[in-house]
């Protein structure tokens, strides 16, 4: 059954910095690996140029002929909600 990871992250953009979230759906047991932050940033909108720093899953990213950073925070915040349940208890409830 897939669970939902909530990926914090921050845009870094010269001296702006922006900090965001996403979110990923991933088996059980699963734990999210460079490949999986890499789709979910493309996913929004980043052109992934590259892998930094695969320990701390830093990526180099390029948007209109500029380069920036993505670093993707690790955390252990997963989401308890189950989102079959709650499509299913949608289906019971009266328009």
Do not use: Q
């Not at 695969?54 to 989401?79: L, W």
């Amino acid at each position: 059954m897939k669970k939902e990871h909530i990926v914090h992250f921050k845009v870094i953009h010269g001296k702006e910095v922006k900090e965001l979230r996403g979110l990923l759906y991933l088996e059980d047991n699963e734990e999210p690996n460079a490949e999986d932050y890499a789709r979910l940033l493309k996913g929004y909108g980043h052109e992934i140029t590259g892998l930094i720093d695969p320990y701390n899953f830093i990526y180099e990213a390029v948007k209109d002929g500029e380069v920036y950073k993505i670093d993707v925070i690790e955390n252990d915040e997963k989401s308890s909600r189950n989102p079959e349940a709650e499509h299913l208890a949608k289906n019971f409830m009266k328009p």
